[in-house]
């Protein structure tokens, strides 16, 4: 009809979401697949640290983004001002406390950005296939460094010129691949348990989650890394548990009864020796329990004496050399309290308080943030991961849904 006026449209053109998905694929495979990027010579130490100069410009301009940002401009605000502000007051500052929090910095703001396009559930889904694309990507390299090829010239492994005898055998025992060792790797892979698990629970495809807990085993005997099992493994019970049948699972205790049997009898276990050697180094012949338990007693409880003496935090460099001299070890094997000392007590407790407000309510955060909240704590719980890029880059998921509304708009796909 003459002078009827059109109908405002909402949904968001068919290319533009398009060309969105294709980048938040390449930032999960980028993340999962993270290059050294200073083994080229660029400021970055990783390919992940250079993207938001390209993404935050480009995806930030959507009008949805800008609408939200406007609206959560003042908690935005006060969450990058508290991060800033630990650059600051920290006790000493040296090249890599600046760099590792001005990373932290625009991973809050490019997360912002991302929590607003995950309404569309498109391009949600297109960063959850990143991540388990770069996770198969990274095994591969992980199994290629293994077989003795040398990638630190293509970015693809972390040098190990300059470190001393002790460490070396470390890395070699614990092999990292594109991380500084099995004890970052096993936690990464970890990580992308929530890719997995989302993909898997919204198509109702078990197999993807599957897909996942076989690669994440297939790296084990590289990584020797037992904490990152936990999580994705009680998930897998849990998401398998309608499937299983009284056969499977006697067949399963059958196979273990027999591989018992067998290295009662010979001191060995039948499989191939790199798996056979990492289940008895990590399960059944590590005869170190106590003395690892005594250390991280120890350093947990020096590090959180450390904590109070420097609120807010001595630093990336400082509180390692700190710790050292206080007890022979440099980490406290803890990521909120190595958080705590590098950017002080506020900051850690803005992650902690946005953990909290995601699982206290999950169903108005939706499921990413709460499945990566739960496959977060266990994992910082275990280890030293807050100078890790990737999970820097999902602290910062949590640190950025401070600032939004728990009751999104309605998707928008």
């Given amino acids: 009809m003459a002078g009827q006026a059109a109908p405002i449209t909402t949904r968001a053109p068919a290319v533009s979401v398009g060309t969105e998905r294709a980048a938040v694929f390449l930032l999960g495979a980028a993340l999962q697949l993270n290059v050294l990027t200073s083994s080229f010579?660029?400021?970055?130490?990783?390919?992940?640290?250079?993207?938001?100069?390209?993404?935050?410009?480009w995806l930030g301009m959507r009008r949805a983004v800008i609408a939200e940002a406007l609206r959560s401009i003042a908690p935005l605000g006060a969450v990058l001002a508290l991060v800033g502000i630990s650059m600051v007051l920290k006790a000493h500052k040296q090249a890599g406390d600046v760099y590792l929090t001005l990373v932290l910095l625009l991973y809050v703001v490019q997360a912002f950005i991302l929590l607003v396009l995950f309404r569309d559930h498109r391009?949600?889904?297109a960063f959850c296939a990143g991540l388990l694309a770069g996770l198969l990507a990274s095994l591969g390299v992980l199994l290629l460094a293994s077989s003795g090829v040398a990638l630190e010239r293509f970015g693809l492994a972390v040098?190990?010129?300059?470190?001393?005898?002790?460490?070396?055998?470390?890395?070699?025992?614990?092999q990292?691949?594109?991380?500084?060792?099995?004890?970052?790797?096993?936690?990464?892979?970890?990580?992308?348990?929530?890719?997995a698990l989302m993909l898997s629970l919204r198509y109702r495809l078990k197999a993807i989650?599957?897909?996942?807990?076989?690669?994440?085993?297939?790296?084990?005997?590289?990584?020797?890394?037992?904490?990152?099992?936990?999580?994705?493994?009680?998930?897998?019970?849990l998401l398998m548990r309608r499937n299983l049948r009284a056969s499977m699972v006697l067949g399963v205790l059958g196979v273990l009864g027999l591989l018992l049997v067998a290295w009662s009898l010979t001191g060995e276990i039948p499989l191939p020796n790199t798996l056979a050697q990492a289940i008895e180094r990590r399960f059944a012949d590590d005869h170190n329990v106590s003395e690892n338990f005594d250390e991280r007693f120890l350093s947990g409880i020096t590090?959180?004496?450390?904590?109070?003496?420097?609120?807010?935090g001595v630093g990336e460099v400082a509180r390692r050399e700190e710790l050292k001299a206080?007890?022979?070890?440099?980490?406290?094997?803890?990521?909120?309290v190595s958080l705590a000392l590098q950017n002080g007590i506020a900051v850690a407790l803005l992650l902690i308080a946005g953990l909290v407000r995601i699982l206290s309510a999950p169903g108005r955060f939706g499921p990413f943030l709460t499945y990566s909240a739960l496959f977060l704590i266990p994992s910082m719980m275990f280890e030293e991961l807050s100078v890790n890029q990737y999970f820097l880059f999902f602290m910062a998921f949590i640190l950025a849904s401070l600032a939004q509304s728990p009751d999104p708009p309605p998707e928008t796909a």
């Fill in 209 to 237: 989650y599957l897909v996942y807990v076989v690669a994440l085993l297939a790296s084990f005997p590289l990584t020797n890394n037992r904490a990152g099992l936990f999580m994705p493994l009680m998930v897998f019970a």
């Fill in 326 to 336: 206080l007890t022979g070890l440099v980490t406290p094997h803890n990521g909120f």
């Fill in 41 to 57: 010579g660029l400021p970055f130490q990783r390919l992940s640290d250079l993207l938001p100069f390209l993404l935050i410009p």
């Fill in 303 to 312: 590090a959180l004496r450390l904590v109070v003496a420097y609120p807010f």
């Fill in 159 to 174: 040098p190990t010129d300059g470190l001393d005898e002790e460490l070396k055998l470390f890395v070699e025992d614990k």
């Fill in 123 to 125: 391009v949600e889904d």
């Fill in 176 to 195: 990292g691949g594109l991380w500084a060792s099995g004890n970052e790797t096993g936690h990464v892979f970890a990580l992308g348990g929530v890719a």
